[in-house]
């Protein structure tokens, strides 16, 4: 197998909204925010109108993409045994995705994404964990993952207890790492746990520029290209309307945006970026050529309603 990804498997709930809605309750645009109360969860959802439900989660939207590209992959993430989780599993089935975990009916459901899109298109996430967050060491299979080529992870996975165990018995088990940041919210939550990471145990790095510059408390981007260059593995960064960039040594390599885009949904642009870059990665594209690839693929997604192609 080529890629293994790991993590949230998460149904996403997509809904138009204003301004006023993100305002009122108190939400940051842009951002996703945890909500642990699953009734609070419901009383949002309820004054809404859904527009789109699809299996979603970040990595998971990746590794549908690299497989859509005709990549050999697999994912483990955990649902329960529910109407969503059904929904979820068929979701990667349906795009040929290998899917390594059995469910069982399981006292938290299965885990969902409030996707809230305003009309700049820029979406504001409101999770749910369920089960997902639940995640342990028992439930990553060693063998799964001697049998990838690399492993991909997310950072809304990580936290503290179980789920980082079974994030380190991945990391140990497997041949090559890449991880996504995932949000500026999982940076701040957990920078220094993070930036061990990326110094010590990953290969490949993505983020985007806010969550990078969290990281390292960078005072200008110059910092962090300095910090790419030093840190000697793949960093990865998306940086809107700027294009992306790729930090390896001292190589430094620029891509731009793609132009004329009828942008409908900024949903999944970070998540089909690094399906588009990683399946150059693997089938041995230059560092410029993949992220030609990733832009490609983001720019697509970004063009309809929902994060999956």
């Known amino acids: 197998m080529k890629i293994l990804g790991i993590g949230n498997a998460i149904v996403d709930v997509i809904c138009k909204v204003d301004d006023d ?9 842009g951002t996703m925010k945890l909500i642990f109360d699953e009734n609070e969860f419901k009383s949002l959802l309820s004054n809404l ?12 939207n990746s590794i549908v993409g690299l497989s859509q590209l005709d990549n050999k992959v697999g994912f483990i993430g955990k649902v329960s045994d529910d109407e969503l989780g059904t929904k979820y599993e068929d979701g990667l089935k349906n795009e040929s995705v290998e899917y390594f975990y059995s469910k069982k009916k399981e006292e938290i459901p299965t885990g969902t994404c409030l996707i809230l899109v305003t009309p700049d298109s820029e979406r504001t996430m409101c999770t749910f964990l369920g089960i997902a967050g639940q995640i342990n060491e028992n439930d990553i299979s060693s063998d799964v993952i001697n049998n990838s ?6 950072g809304y996975l990580w936290d ?6 079974a994030f ?3 990391i140990n088990n497997a041949k090559k790492v890449a991880m996504s940041l995932s949000d500026q919210f999982c940076v701040d939550r957990h920078k220094p746990h993070f930036l061990k990471l990326v110094k010590n145990k990953l290969d490949i790095t993505f983020a985007n520029e806010q969550e990078i510059m969290s990281l390292i408390d960078a005072k200008d981007f110059n910092d962090v ?9 793949l960093l990865v960064i998306t940086r809107g309307e700027k294009g992306a960039i790729s930090v390896n040594g001292d190589e430094v390599i620029e891509t731009g945006i793609k132009e004329n885009l009828k942008i409908l949904d900024l949903t999944g642009a970070g998540d089909l970026f690094a399906a588009g870059f990683l ?3 693997i089938n041995n594209l230059s560092p410029k050529e993949s992220l030609e690839k990733g832009t490609e693929m983001s720019s697509k997604v970004i063009q309809q309603i929902g994060a999956r192609l």
């Open 21 to 29: 809605f993100i305002a009122q309750n108190s939400l940051t645009k």
């Open 49 to 60: 109108k859904i527009e789109k439900t699809i299996s979603g989660g970040s990595v998971a």
């Open 149 to 154: 080529e690399m492993i991909f992870l997310e």
């Open 160 to 165: 503290e207890g179980e789920p980082k165990k």
């Open 168 to 170: 380190d018995k991945a």
């Open 225 to 233: 290209i300095n910090f790419g260059k030093e840190l000697k593995k």
């Open 279 to 281: 399946h150059g990665i």
